[in-house]
Protein backbone atom coordinates (compact mmCIF):
# COMPACT_ATOMS: atom_id res chain seq x y z
CA UNK A 1 0.00 0.00 0.00
CA UNK A 2 1.30 3.65 -0.69
CA UNK A 3 -0.52 5.10 2.60
CA UNK A 4 -2.62 8.25 2.86
CA UNK A 5 0.85 10.32 3.14
CA UNK A 6 2.89 11.25 0.41
CA UNK A 7 5.79 10.52 1.99
CA UNK A 8 4.79 6.78 2.85
CA UNK A 9 4.54 6.87 -1.17
CA UNK A 10 7.95 8.30 -1.48
CA UNK A 11 9.59 5.91 1.00
CA UNK A 12 7.48 3.37 -1.32
CA UNK A 13 9.13 5.01 -4.66
CA UNK A 14 12.24 4.69 -3.21
CA UNK A 15 12.96 1.36 -1.62
CA UNK A 16 11.88 0.11 -5.12
CA UNK A 17 14.87 1.94 -6.27
CA UNK A 18 11.73 4.14 -7.96
CA UNK A 19 13.03 7.17 -6.90
CA UNK A 20 16.38 9.46 -6.92
CA UNK A 21 17.42 12.55 -4.81
CA UNK A 22 18.85 14.76 -6.23
CA UNK A 23 21.03 17.39 -4.12
CA UNK A 24 22.70 19.77 -6.77
CA UNK A 25 21.28 22.66 -7.26
CA UNK A 26 18.40 23.15 -9.86
CA UNK A 27 16.34 26.24 -10.88
CA UNK A 28 12.62 25.72 -10.93
CA UNK A 29 12.61 28.08 -14.42
CA UNK A 30 12.98 25.37 -17.32
CA UNK A 31 15.64 23.48 -15.76
CA UNK A 32 13.57 20.89 -13.63
CA UNK A 33 11.19 21.00 -16.46
CA UNK A 34 14.41 19.55 -18.94
CA UNK A 35 15.51 17.01 -16.76
CA UNK A 36 11.63 15.48 -15.85
CA UNK A 37 11.20 15.87 -19.44
CA UNK A 38 14.61 13.10 -20.00
CA UNK A 39 13.59 11.36 -17.14
CA UNK A 40 10.02 10.10 -18.33
CA UNK A 41 11.22 9.66 -21.87
CA UNK A 42 13.95 6.78 -20.64
CA UNK A 43 11.78 5.27 -17.97
CA UNK A 44 13.53 6.37 -15.62
CA UNK A 45 12.57 7.27 -12.20
CA UNK A 46 11.20 9.56 -10.11
CA UNK A 47 13.11 12.66 -8.75
CA UNK A 48 13.70 14.85 -5.60
CA UNK A 49 15.34 17.58 -6.04
CA UNK A 50 16.08 19.19 -2.34
CA UNK A 51 18.32 21.86 -3.70
CA UNK A 52 15.83 24.17 -5.71
CA UNK A 53 17.23 27.87 -5.89
CA UNK A 54 15.54 30.68 -4.60
CA UNK A 55 13.53 28.16 -2.26
CA UNK A 56 14.12 26.25 1.17
CA UNK A 57 11.51 23.70 -0.28
CA UNK A 58 11.99 20.48 -2.11
CA UNK A 59 10.34 19.43 -5.76
CA UNK A 60 9.02 15.95 -6.39
CA UNK A 61 8.36 15.01 -10.04
CA UNK A 62 7.63 12.04 -12.00
CA UNK A 63 6.31 10.10 -9.31
CA UNK A 64 3.73 9.34 -11.17
CA UNK A 65 5.47 8.58 -14.29
CA UNK A 66 4.81 5.01 -14.73
CA UNK A 67 2.34 2.26 -14.92
CA UNK A 68 3.89 0.39 -11.82
CA UNK A 69 3.78 4.01 -10.12
CA UNK A 70 0.20 4.27 -10.95
CA UNK A 71 -0.63 0.91 -9.17
CA UNK A 72 1.14 1.75 -6.25
CA UNK A 73 -0.53 4.96 -5.32
CA UNK A 74 -3.95 3.28 -6.10
CA UNK A 75 -3.05 1.22 -3.46
CA UNK A 76 -2.46 -2.19 -5.80
CA UNK A 77 0.07 -3.81 -7.68
CA UNK A 78 -1.58 -3.88 -10.92
CA UNK A 79 -4.29 -1.38 -12.57
CA UNK A 80 -6.11 -4.29 -14.66
CA UNK A 81 -6.52 -5.74 -11.18
CA UNK A 82 -7.60 -2.59 -9.07
CA UNK A 83 -10.40 -2.23 -12.05
CA UNK A 84 -11.17 -5.30 -11.41
CA UNK A 85 -12.14 -5.24 -7.69
CA UNK A 86 -13.46 -1.63 -8.33
CA UNK A 87 -16.22 -2.70 -10.93
CA UNK A 88 -17.11 -5.50 -8.37
CA UNK A 89 -18.11 -3.58 -6.07
CA UNK A 90 -20.62 -1.72 -8.00
CA UNK A 91 -21.83 -4.65 -9.93
CA UNK A 92 -25.03 -5.61 -8.26
CA UNK A 93 -26.20 -9.45 -7.89
CA UNK A 94 -28.17 -10.92 -10.99
CA UNK A 95 -31.76 -10.49 -10.72
CA UNK A 96 -32.10 -14.37 -10.13
CA UNK A 97 -29.17 -14.85 -7.82
CA UNK A 98 -30.45 -16.29 -4.34
CA UNK A 99 -30.26 -15.31 -0.77
CA UNK A 100 -26.77 -16.31 -0.46
CA UNK A 101 -25.32 -14.69 -3.06
CA UNK A 102 -26.74 -11.43 -2.19
CA UNK A 103 -25.36 -12.09 1.63
CA UNK A 104 -22.22 -12.66 -0.17
CA UNK A 105 -22.42 -9.02 -2.23
CA UNK A 106 -23.57 -7.15 0.95
CA UNK A 107 -19.99 -5.94 2.13
CA UNK A 108 -19.05 -4.83 -1.28
CA UNK A 109 -21.68 -2.63 -0.92
CA UNK A 110 -20.86 -1.29 2.73
CA UNK A 111 -16.83 -1.31 1.66
CA UNK A 112 -18.48 1.65 -1.05
CA UNK A 113 -21.42 3.27 1.23
CA UNK A 114 -18.07 4.05 4.03
CA UNK A 115 -16.09 5.47 1.78
CA UNK A 116 -17.27 8.89 2.21
CA UNK A 117 -14.82 11.25 3.34
CA UNK A 118 -14.69 12.02 7.30
CA UNK A 119 -13.92 15.71 9.28
CA UNK A 120 -11.40 15.57 11.50
CA UNK A 121 -10.14 18.64 13.91
CA UNK A 122 -6.61 18.99 12.92
CA UNK A 123 -4.47 17.84 10.08
CA UNK A 124 -1.10 18.64 9.19
CA UNK A 125 -1.65 20.97 6.07
CA UNK A 126 -2.31 23.16 9.03
CA UNK A 127 0.99 23.27 10.63
CA UNK A 128 1.98 26.25 8.92
CA UNK A 129 -0.58 28.64 7.84
CA UNK A 130 0.52 32.27 6.35
CA UNK A 131 -2.52 34.90 5.59
CA UNK A 132 -1.92 38.36 5.64
CA UNK A 133 1.40 36.90 4.71
CA UNK A 134 0.60 34.66 2.31
CA UNK A 135 3.05 35.10 -1.23
CA UNK A 136 2.86 32.42 -3.96
CA UNK A 137 6.45 33.00 -4.65
CA UNK A 138 7.51 31.40 -2.00
CA UNK A 139 6.39 27.92 -3.67
CA UNK A 140 9.00 26.48 -6.21
CA UNK A 141 6.52 26.40 -8.74
CA UNK A 142 7.50 25.72 -12.14
CA UNK A 143 8.21 27.35 -15.40
CA UNK A 144 7.95 24.31 -17.64
CA UNK A 145 8.46 25.22 -21.41
CA UNK A 146 10.79 28.02 -23.02
CA UNK A 147 7.39 29.86 -24.31
CA UNK A 148 4.98 29.78 -21.16
CA UNK A 149 3.71 32.82 -19.40
CA UNK A 150 5.04 32.58 -16.49
CA UNK A 151 5.01 29.87 -13.84
CA UNK A 152 2.07 27.35 -14.11
CA UNK A 153 0.83 24.78 -11.15
CA UNK A 154 -0.21 21.68 -12.51
CA UNK A 155 -0.75 19.15 -10.10
CA UNK A 156 -3.33 20.60 -7.74
CA UNK A 157 -6.54 19.45 -6.58
CA UNK A 158 -8.83 22.35 -6.96
CA UNK A 159 -12.33 21.51 -4.65
CA UNK A 160 -15.11 23.63 -5.20
CA UNK A 161 -19.21 23.47 -4.55
CA UNK A 162 -22.26 24.69 -5.79
CA UNK A 163 -23.75 27.65 -3.79
CA UNK A 164 -25.84 24.81 -1.67
CA UNK A 165 -22.06 23.47 -0.61
CA UNK A 166 -23.32 20.11 -2.52
CA UNK A 167 -22.15 18.91 -5.66
CA UNK A 168 -18.11 19.03 -4.56
CA UNK A 169 -16.00 18.76 -7.47
CA UNK A 170 -12.19 17.85 -7.05
CA UNK A 171 -10.46 18.65 -10.65
CA UNK A 172 -7.15 19.17 -11.86
CA UNK A 173 -6.89 22.75 -13.68
CA UNK A 174 -3.62 24.30 -14.29
CA UNK A 175 -3.39 27.42 -12.53
CA UNK A 176 -0.62 30.64 -14.11
CA UNK A 177 0.89 32.89 -11.52
CA UNK A 178 -0.10 36.75 -12.00
CA UNK A 179 1.81 37.70 -8.44
CA UNK A 180 2.25 37.06 -5.14
CA UNK A 181 -1.17 36.46 -4.00
CA UNK A 182 -2.95 35.98 -7.78
CA UNK A 183 -3.35 32.89 -9.75
CA UNK A 184 -5.16 32.18 -13.06
CA UNK A 185 -7.75 28.98 -12.76
CA UNK A 186 -7.67 27.60 -16.09
CA UNK A 187 -10.83 25.83 -16.13
CA UNK A 188 -12.73 25.29 -19.22
CA UNK A 189 -16.76 25.94 -20.09
CA UNK A 190 -17.32 21.61 -19.67
CA UNK A 191 -15.26 21.24 -16.98
CA UNK A 192 -17.35 20.27 -13.37
CA UNK A 193 -15.14 23.33 -11.77
CA UNK A 194 -16.22 25.53 -13.93
CA UNK A 195 -19.98 24.45 -13.66
CA UNK A 196 -19.90 25.02 -10.16
CA UNK A 197 -18.50 29.03 -10.80
CA UNK A 198 -21.55 29.16 -13.19
CA UNK A 199 -24.23 27.99 -10.37
CA UNK A 200 -22.22 30.49 -7.87
CA UNK A 201 -22.52 33.83 -10.80
CA UNK A 202 -25.99 32.65 -11.56
CA UNK A 203 -27.14 33.22 -7.65
CA UNK A 204 -25.89 37.03 -7.80
CA UNK A 205 -22.54 35.99 -6.63
CA UNK A 206 -20.74 39.42 -5.28
CA UNK A 207 -17.30 39.90 -3.96
CA UNK A 208 -14.79 37.98 -2.80
CA UNK A 209 -16.30 35.41 -4.92
CA UNK A 210 -16.66 31.63 -4.79
CA UNK A 211 -14.49 29.88 -2.15
CA UNK A 212 -12.06 27.78 -3.67
CA UNK A 213 -9.00 25.62 -2.30
CA UNK A 214 -6.34 23.98 -3.83
CA UNK A 215 -4.46 20.99 -2.33
CA UNK A 216 -0.91 19.80 -3.52
CA UNK A 217 0.21 16.04 -2.30
CA UNK A 218 -1.17 13.96 0.11
CA UNK A 219 -2.64 10.76 -0.52
CA UNK A 220 -1.54 10.07 -4.27
CA UNK A 221 -5.03 8.29 -4.98
CA UNK A 222 -6.55 12.05 -4.58
CA UNK A 223 -3.84 13.05 -7.08
CA UNK A 224 -5.57 10.75 -8.88
CA UNK A 225 -9.09 11.18 -8.49
CA UNK A 226 -8.82 15.26 -9.17
CA UNK A 227 -8.55 13.99 -12.81
CA UNK A 228 -10.75 10.82 -13.19
CA UNK A 229 -13.82 11.31 -15.78
CA UNK A 230 -15.81 11.29 -12.97
CA UNK A 231 -20.13 12.48 -14.20
CA UNK A 232 -20.97 15.67 -12.29
CA UNK A 233 -22.27 15.71 -8.36
CA UNK A 234 -20.01 12.20 -8.50
CA UNK A 235 -17.58 13.31 -5.61
CA UNK A 236 -13.38 12.30 -6.34
CA UNK A 237 -12.91 11.87 -2.71
CA UNK A 238 -15.65 9.06 -2.35
CA UNK A 239 -13.58 7.34 -5.41
CA UNK A 240 -10.76 8.16 -3.68
CA UNK A 241 -12.33 6.42 -0.02
CA UNK A 242 -13.33 3.38 -2.62
CA UNK A 243 -9.69 2.72 -4.29
CA UNK A 244 -7.66 3.50 -0.56
CA UNK A 245 -10.57 1.68 1.52
CA UNK A 246 -10.22 4.41 3.83
CA UNK A 247 -11.90 7.25 4.25
CA UNK A 248 -10.02 11.14 3.03
CA UNK A 249 -9.53 12.74 5.95
CA UNK A 250 -10.85 16.47 5.93
CA UNK A 251 -9.95 19.37 7.87
CA UNK A 252 -11.80 23.19 7.44
CA UNK A 253 -9.84 25.79 5.40
CA UNK A 254 -8.45 28.58 7.77
CA UNK A 255 -10.25 31.44 5.27
CA UNK A 256 -12.63 29.81 3.00
CA UNK A 257 -15.60 27.21 4.41
CA UNK A 258 -13.86 24.48 2.43
CA UNK A 259 -13.06 21.28 3.64
CA UNK A 260 -9.23 20.14 2.54
CA UNK A 261 -7.15 17.10 2.76
CA UNK A 262 -5.96 17.06 6.31
CA UNK A 263 -2.71 15.37 4.77
CA UNK A 264 -1.34 17.63 2.11
CA UNK A 265 1.75 18.96 1.60
CA UNK A 266 0.40 22.76 0.69
CA UNK A 267 -3.22 24.09 0.71
CA UNK A 268 -3.90 27.25 -1.20
CA UNK A 269 -7.03 28.77 -0.39
CA UNK A 270 -8.97 31.81 -2.05
CA UNK A 271 -12.01 33.36 -3.96
CA UNK A 272 -12.55 33.41 -7.65
CA UNK A 273 -14.63 36.60 -8.56
CA UNK A 274 -16.91 36.43 -11.72
CA UNK A 275 -16.01 39.89 -12.53
CA UNK A 276 -12.58 39.90 -12.78
CA UNK A 277 -10.79 37.66 -15.66
CA UNK A 278 -7.06 37.82 -16.72
CA UNK A 279 -4.99 37.21 -19.99
CA UNK A 280 -3.59 33.69 -19.28
CA UNK A 281 -1.02 31.51 -21.25
CA UNK A 282 0.71 30.84 -23.31
CA UNK A 283 1.23 26.98 -22.08
CA UNK A 284 3.13 24.22 -23.30
CA UNK A 285 -0.03 21.79 -23.28
CA UNK A 286 -0.20 17.92 -23.70
CA UNK A 287 -1.11 17.95 -27.45
CA UNK A 288 2.62 18.85 -27.30
CA UNK A 289 1.50 22.88 -28.89
CA UNK A 290 1.33 26.06 -26.90
CA UNK A 291 -2.43 26.75 -26.03
CA UNK A 292 -2.71 30.39 -26.73
CA UNK A 293 -3.56 32.55 -24.25
CA UNK A 294 -6.75 33.61 -23.54
CA UNK A 295 -9.09 35.31 -20.54
CA UNK A 296 -9.70 33.14 -17.52
CA UNK A 297 -11.06 34.30 -13.85
CA UNK A 298 -8.42 34.92 -11.55
CA UNK A 299 -7.68 33.47 -8.08
CA UNK A 300 -7.24 35.96 -5.16
CA UNK A 301 -5.20 34.19 -2.63
CA UNK A 302 -6.42 34.14 1.26
CA UNK A 303 -4.09 31.78 2.52
CA UNK A 304 -1.52 29.56 2.42
CA UNK A 305 -0.81 26.16 4.69
CA UNK A 306 1.42 23.78 4.49
CA UNK A 307 3.68 21.11 6.50
CA UNK A 308 6.60 22.47 8.64
CA UNK A 309 8.71 20.38 6.01
CA UNK A 310 6.62 20.77 2.93
CA UNK A 311 7.36 18.87 -0.48
CA UNK A 312 6.20 20.44 -2.87
CA UNK A 313 4.57 18.13 -6.16
CA UNK A 314 4.52 18.94 -9.25
CA UNK A 315 4.59 17.54 -13.32
CA UNK A 316 5.80 18.71 -16.43
CA UNK A 317 3.67 18.93 -19.28
CA UNK A 318 4.44 18.68 -22.84
CA UNK A 319 4.78 17.09 -25.85
CA UNK A 320 4.58 13.38 -25.36
CA UNK A 321 5.47 10.92 -23.20
CA UNK A 322 5.17 12.82 -20.11
CA UNK A 323 3.83 12.38 -16.68
CA UNK A 324 0.07 12.81 -17.52
CA UNK A 325 0.30 9.89 -19.95
CA UNK A 326 0.41 7.54 -17.29
CA UNK A 327 -2.61 9.14 -15.47
CA UNK A 328 -4.38 8.89 -18.19
CA UNK A 329 -3.59 5.45 -19.03
CA UNK A 330 -4.90 4.43 -15.17
CA UNK A 331 -8.42 6.25 -16.31
CA UNK A 332 -8.10 3.69 -19.41
CA UNK A 333 -7.82 0.59 -17.27
CA UNK A 334 -9.76 1.79 -13.88
CA UNK A 335 -12.47 3.10 -16.69
CA UNK A 336 -12.86 -0.03 -18.97
CA UNK A 337 -15.09 -2.63 -16.65
CA UNK A 338 -17.49 0.53 -16.79
CA UNK A 339 -17.55 0.60 -20.73
CA UNK A 340 -18.19 -2.99 -20.91
CA UNK A 341 -21.27 -2.46 -18.79
CA UNK A 342 -22.66 -0.16 -21.27
CA UNK A 343 -20.94 -1.63 -24.32
CA UNK A 344 -20.54 -5.51 -23.71
CA UNK A 345 -18.96 -6.49 -27.03
CA UNK A 346 -15.75 -4.72 -25.89
CA UNK A 347 -13.46 -6.58 -24.92
CA UNK A 348 -10.64 -3.96 -24.29
CA UNK A 349 -9.24 -0.28 -25.10
CA UNK A 350 -6.08 1.57 -25.69
CA UNK A 351 -5.64 5.11 -25.36
CA UNK A 352 -2.03 5.60 -27.17
CA UNK A 353 0.61 7.85 -25.20
CA UNK A 354 0.64 9.44 -28.95
CA UNK A 355 -3.00 10.24 -28.66
CA UNK A 356 -2.62 12.70 -25.69
CA UNK A 357 -6.10 11.41 -24.75
CA UNK A 358 -8.55 12.71 -27.14
CA UNK A 359 -7.14 12.30 -30.51
CA UNK A 360 -7.08 8.27 -30.84
CA UNK A 361 -8.71 5.48 -29.27
CA UNK A 362 -8.07 1.74 -30.21
CA UNK A 363 -10.50 -0.74 -28.74
CA UNK A 364 -11.06 -4.57 -29.91
CA UNK A 365 -14.86 -6.11 -30.07
CA UNK A 366 -15.94 -9.66 -29.59
CA UNK A 367 -17.99 -9.32 -32.91
CA UNK A 368 -21.02 -11.32 -33.36
CA UNK A 369 -23.24 -9.81 -36.13
CA UNK A 370 -22.76 -7.37 -38.86
CA UNK A 371 -21.79 -3.77 -38.47
CA UNK A 372 -21.54 -4.35 -35.05
CA UNK A 373 -18.41 -1.88 -35.42
CA UNK A 374 -20.15 1.37 -36.34
CA UNK A 375 -22.44 0.54 -33.54
CA UNK A 376 -19.68 0.40 -31.19
CA UNK A 377 -18.31 3.56 -32.42
CA UNK A 378 -21.37 5.66 -32.37
CA UNK A 379 -21.98 4.31 -28.16
CA UNK A 380 -18.20 5.21 -27.53
CA UNK A 381 -18.99 8.64 -28.83
CA UNK A 382 -22.00 9.08 -26.77
CA UNK A 383 -20.01 8.04 -23.53
CA UNK A 384 -18.21 11.40 -21.01
CA UNK A 385 -15.17 12.34 -22.28
CA UNK A 386 -15.09 9.79 -25.45
CA UNK A 387 -17.51 12.31 -26.98
CA UNK A 388 -13.97 14.48 -27.90
CA UNK A 389 -11.93 11.18 -29.32
CA UNK A 390 -11.15 12.66 -33.19
CA UNK A 391 -9.76 9.21 -34.12
CA UNK A 392 -11.57 6.00 -33.37
CA UNK A 393 -10.41 2.30 -34.44
CA UNK A 394 -12.47 -0.77 -33.83
CA UNK A 395 -10.26 -4.14 -34.39
CA UNK A 396 -11.42 -7.63 -33.13
CA UNK A 397 -10.56 -9.29 -30.24
CA UNK A 398 -7.93 -11.24 -31.22
CA UNK A 399 -5.75 -8.06 -31.83
CA UNK A 400 -3.23 -6.61 -28.62
CA UNK A 401 -4.61 -2.86 -28.98
CA UNK A 402 -1.98 -2.03 -27.08
CA UNK A 403 0.41 -2.83 -29.49
CA UNK A 404 -0.15 0.15 -31.98
CA UNK A 405 1.89 -1.17 -34.36
CA UNK A 406 -0.21 -4.15 -34.94
CA UNK A 407 -3.44 -1.55 -34.71
CA UNK A 408 -2.09 -0.11 -37.58
CA UNK A 409 -0.95 -3.01 -39.98
CA UNK A 410 -5.10 -4.35 -39.33
CA UNK A 411 -6.38 -1.14 -40.38
CA UNK A 412 -3.62 -1.18 -43.53
CA UNK A 413 -5.20 -5.51 -43.76
CA UNK A 414 -9.08 -4.84 -42.99
CA UNK A 415 -10.64 -1.79 -43.95
CA UNK A 416 -11.65 -0.41 -46.91
CA UNK A 417 -11.24 3.37 -46.99
CA UNK A 418 -14.69 3.95 -48.70
CA UNK A 419 -16.58 1.06 -47.22
CA UNK A 420 -15.08 1.21 -43.63
CA UNK A 421 -14.61 5.00 -42.84
CA UNK A 422 -17.03 6.58 -41.30
CA UNK A 423 -16.95 10.23 -41.36
CA UNK A 424 -19.58 12.64 -38.54
CA UNK A 425 -19.70 15.15 -36.30
CA UNK A 426 -19.41 16.16 -32.28
CA UNK A 427 -17.84 17.94 -29.68
CA UNK A 428 -13.85 18.51 -30.32
CA UNK A 429 -11.56 18.60 -26.95
CA UNK A 430 -11.39 22.62 -26.36
CA UNK A 431 -7.36 22.27 -26.65
CA UNK A 432 -8.06 20.62 -30.12
CA UNK A 433 -6.38 23.48 -32.09
CA UNK A 434 -7.32 21.75 -35.64
CA UNK A 435 -10.95 21.94 -34.85
CA UNK A 436 -12.96 24.45 -37.01
CA UNK A 437 -13.32 27.53 -35.41
CA UNK A 438 -16.86 28.14 -36.67
CA UNK A 439 -18.79 25.01 -37.37
CA UNK A 440 -18.69 21.24 -36.22
CA UNK A 441 -15.65 19.70 -35.36
CA UNK A 442 -15.80 16.24 -37.21
CA UNK A 443 -14.89 12.66 -36.09
CA UNK A 444 -13.55 9.72 -37.82
CA UNK A 445 -13.75 5.89 -37.35
CA UNK A 446 -12.38 2.98 -38.98
CA UNK A 447 -14.01 -0.57 -38.90
CA UNK A 448 -10.62 -2.65 -39.00
CA UNK A 449 -12.40 -5.85 -38.27
CA UNK A 450 -12.92 -9.34 -40.13
CA UNK A 451 -15.73 -8.62 -42.55
CA UNK A 452 -18.62 -10.93 -42.19
CA UNK A 453 -20.20 -11.97 -45.75
CA UNK A 454 -22.78 -9.21 -45.40
CA UNK A 455 -21.09 -6.66 -45.47
CA UNK A 456 -17.84 -7.79 -47.53
CA UNK A 457 -20.06 -9.29 -50.26
CA UNK A 458 -19.39 -13.09 -51.61
CA UNK A 459 -15.90 -12.74 -51.56
CA UNK A 460 -14.30 -14.53 -48.91
CA UNK A 461 -12.14 -13.17 -45.79
CA UNK A 462 -8.77 -14.82 -44.90
CA UNK A 463 -7.90 -15.58 -41.92
CA UNK A 464 -4.43 -13.99 -40.65
CA UNK A 465 -1.05 -16.16 -40.41
CA UNK A 466 -0.39 -17.28 -36.80
CA UNK A 467 1.83 -20.26 -35.72
CA UNK A 468 1.50 -23.06 -34.44
CA UNK A 469 1.48 -23.20 -30.76
CA UNK A 470 2.95 -26.33 -30.17
CA UNK A 471 5.98 -25.46 -32.30
CA UNK A 472 6.12 -22.20 -30.77
CA UNK A 473 7.11 -23.30 -27.38
CA UNK A 474 9.32 -26.36 -28.17
CA UNK A 475 11.58 -23.91 -30.42
CA UNK A 476 11.57 -21.44 -27.51
CA UNK A 477 12.11 -24.22 -24.84
CA UNK A 478 15.11 -25.39 -27.15
CA UNK A 479 16.21 -22.00 -28.38
CA UNK A 480 19.78 -22.41 -26.84
CA UNK A 481 20.00 -25.49 -27.97
CA UNK A 482 20.05 -24.61 -31.48
CA UNK A 483 23.42 -22.57 -30.46
CA UNK A 484 21.52 -18.62 -30.43
CA UNK A 485 21.54 -16.17 -27.48
CA UNK A 486 18.27 -14.86 -26.11
CA UNK A 487 19.20 -11.41 -27.75
CA UNK A 488 19.08 -13.03 -31.09
CA UNK A 489 15.19 -13.75 -30.52
Given amino acids: MA ?5 QF ?52 GAFASMQRMAWALGGEDLDEIAAELAGLFRP ?18 KAAGAGPKTVRSGSCHQVVHTDDADLGRLPILTCQPGDGGPFITLGQVITTDPDGANRNVGMYRMQVFGPRRLGMHWHRDHDGARNFRAWSERGLSAPGMPVAVA ?30 EPVRLVRGVTVPVDVPADAEIVIEGTVDPNET ?11 YYTPADRYPVMRVTAITHRADAIYPTTVVGRFPKEDCYLAKATER ?24 HNWAFVSIRKTHPWQARKVMHALWGL ?40 TTGPADVLDHAAPALG ?21 WPDPITPDPEVTDRVTRRWREYGFDDHDS
Fill in 334 to 357: LFLPVIRMVVPEVVDLALPLFGVF
Fill in 440 to 460: PPGKLGIDATSKLPEEAGPRP
Fill in 384 to 423: GQMACTKFLVVVDETVNVQDAEEVLWRVGAEADPRRDVVV
Fill in 278 to 288: ALEGPFGDHTG
Fill in 216 to 245: LGGDPVLTYAATAPLPYGMDELVLAGILRG
Fill in 93 to 110: PGARAGLLEKIKAAPRFL
Fill in 10 to 61: ISRLEAAGHLRRVAAEVSAHLEIGEIASRLVACGGPAALFENVAGHNMPVLV
Fill in 3 to 7: GRDMR
